[in-house]
């Protein structure tokens, strides 16, 4: 008789899943047929569950098979059907003793399932009971009642001297079933239909063979898996007793057990056929318990489409040999990608994956058409799934930060940077960020430092960082200009605010370079006494160049028209094959503060 059992997922790394062609090429359109999947089963495929191994369970004919390419015409929504990627295996399954259960999972660990995301132990819930009604079940095999299983059922029916009244209802109701009469049929009109005895019907999706009949009982399912154990019963038509007994009855209860899942190797194994380790383990632990409970079963386990991770669905979708698409930026409720060209032919179906494997942390999923090219710096982004707001929270260093991607430039990515620049700052220190945006680094600042000027061209991105700095309640510490960089440095450090400026911040990676020509002079204007401390300038920007840093130091020196400063240099991340990001920090040479404007010196 078969049991419910539990599959419970745990986070292990994922098994290597190996490149075949499981998809034939006419299987994508807009809409993906199960028929891709079919009853294919592959035994050189490397250890662990995958889509190429295992069978379908569901054996389906594929319908208008179309051309892979995803055009203009098609719908914005990509179906895909999830019941393709159903994969069933035939493993076996040992019903051990609950109080045994751990111990034995230790000893056999080498002989166990341990795929990934899968528990070893299946849980059987039904056959649990409180340890103070363990004592009243007979502990032997035989099949004569035991003397406190007589009593309790004295107990039950109101039979033994001194009981009383029944317990419960259901008892009662139980004793006018046993002896009813024509008034009882009256009352109780429910009672003629359960007290007669059922044909067994033959059930779907039973299969019979030589007079058994092989019958698989779902026992534990989730959202991942399914797990099936698979009995053999007789098949002849007889009367069903389960309405008036209850299925318990159909096999002697043996206590609380478990199912250990074996190893895939081990799945069309007998009992006489399993290693002598396993053998001699289970023959050591059999007088342990009181329960003999050591049962060797065969079950079907299924793997459900969120079984399988991101990248194992892309592999068996995409043509063989494309790169796989696995990462993206997470901005908020939405994933941000950045595809090959190559990858743009089935982009909607590479975003419906996306979006179905990060639900529901994602619900948006974009791609970026375009390099950015404009001086708002903002991006031209398709969107290829999910809801279409691109207006998001990012929670960022314990600050709440709105953004518009359609509107305004946000890059995750740099969050590690942020917070490394963030450390060189003291409560001291007055910040003067010519490029801000919506404010990452100016907000974060502003919970450290005394003040900050915040500057950005871009309107858009100053409302948010206007909106931002309310959100976060430091409107007071920070300052807001919409100028032109080169404006703004050299109308705050025309004012009277440039005597208590200490650091530069300038994140413009493609530009930022050029503009330090705005500091040549700066000081000499307002004859700021030479003695005070010259800011430290932290500016970023990109090299294609096979020596980065030097490439970038040289720039650096040609737009401040200075040679003899030191400059320190560091990589930031490499955005491109060959192209780096990098960050040069320096104090600004006294040279080109106090120069003369235009002079070169």
Request: charged share 25%; hydrophobic share 40%; proline share 4%.
């Amino acid at each position: 008789m078969a049991t419910k059992s539990v599959l419970r997922p745990h986070s292990l790394p994922s098994a290597f899943v190996s490149r075949r062609g499981l998809f034939p090429k006419s299987v994508l359109s807009t809409t993906i047929s199960s028929a891709a999947v079919g009853n294919l089963s592959f035994s050189t495929i490397a250890y662990g569950p995958s889509l190429n191994k295992g069978h379908s369970p569901n054996i389906l004919k594929l319908r208008n098979p179309s051309s892979l390419e995803d055009t203009s015409t098609n719908s914005n929504l990509v179906q895909l059907d999830v019941d393709a990627f159903n994969r069933v295996f035939d493993i076996s399954a040992l019903r051990v003793p609950s109080d045994l259960c751990f111990n034995l999972e230790s000893r056999l660990r080498g002989h166990l399932l341990n795929w990934p995301r899968i528990k070893n132990v299946a849980r059987v819930p039904g056959d649990e009971i409180d340890d103070q009604f363990k004592t009243l079940f007979p502990k032997s095999d035989d099949y004569e009642e035991s003397d406190a299983l007589v009593t309790l059922n004295r107990r039950i029916y109101g039979k033994a001297e001194g009981d009383g009244e029944l317990h419960t209802p259901v008892l009662y109701r139980d004793k006018l079933a046993r002896t009813f009469n024509s008034r009882g049929y009256v009352n109780f009109r429910n009672l003629a239909k359960i007290s007669r005895p059922k044909k067994k019907k033959k059930k779907d999706g039973v299969d019979s063979d030589n007079g058994h009949t092989r019958e698989k009982i779902v026992v534990g399912r989730n959202e991942m898996a399914l797990l099936e154990v698979v009995t053999e019963e007789d098949a002849s038509e007889g009367e069903d007793m389960s309405s008036l007994l209850g299925k318990e009855f159909a096999k002697k209860w043996r206590g609380p057990t478990r199912l250990l899942l074996l190893d895939e190797r081990y799945s069309n194994i007998r009992t006489r056929e399993l290693p002598e380790s396993i053998k001699a383990v289970l023959e050591e632990h059999r007088g342990q318990s009181t329960l003999s409970a050591f049962e060797l079963v065969k079950c079907k386990l299924t793997l459900f489409y969120n079984y399988w991770q991101q990248n194992e669905i892309l592999e068996v979708l995409l043509p063989k040999g494309m790169i796989i698409p696995s990462a993206f930026e997470t901005v908020g409720h939405i994933a941000h990608l950045n595809l090959r060209d190559e990858h743009l032919p089935y982009k909607k179906l590479i975003a419906k994956v996306v979006l179905d494997k990060n639900e529901p942390k994602i619900q948006t999923v974009v791609n970026k058409i375009d390099a950015i090219h404009n001086d708002y710096r903002t991006m031209q982004l398709e969107v290829l799934a999910g809801n279409r707001s691109l207006v998001t929270t990012i929670v960022e260093n314990g600050l709440r930060f709105q953004v518009d991607l359609a509107a305004v430039y946000w890059n995750s990515r740099l969050a590690t940077e942020r917070q490394r620049l963030l450390s060189c700052f003291t409560r001291d220190d007055v910040v003067c960020d010519v490029f801000s945006g919506v404010g990452p680094i100016a907000i974060s600042a502003a919970k450290k430092v005394k003040h900050v000027y915040a500057n950005d061209l871009n309107p858009n991105a100053v409302e948010y960082l206007e909106r931002n700095c309310v959100l976060n309640k430091l409107e007071r510490k920070i300052e807001v200009f919409n100028m032109d960089g080169r404006r703004f440095i050299e109308t705050i450090f025309a004012s009277q605010r440039a005597k208590s400026i200490t650091q530069v911040v300038m994140n413009l990676p493609n530009d930022a370079a050029e503009f330090l020509d705005a500091f040549r002079g700066i000081f000499k204007r307002n004859h700021i006494d030479k003695q005070r401390a010259l800011p430290r300038i932290y500016v970023y920007g990109f090299s294609k160049a096979q020596d980065p840093e030097f490439d970038f130091h040289e720039r650096i020196r040609i737009a401040l028209s200075e040679v003899a400063f030191e400059v320190e240099m560091r990589r930031v991340r490499l955005v491109a094959p060959g192209k780096w990001m990098l960050c040069a920090s320096f104090i600004l040479p006294e040279r080109v503060a106090y120069a003369k404007t235009g002079s070169i010196l």
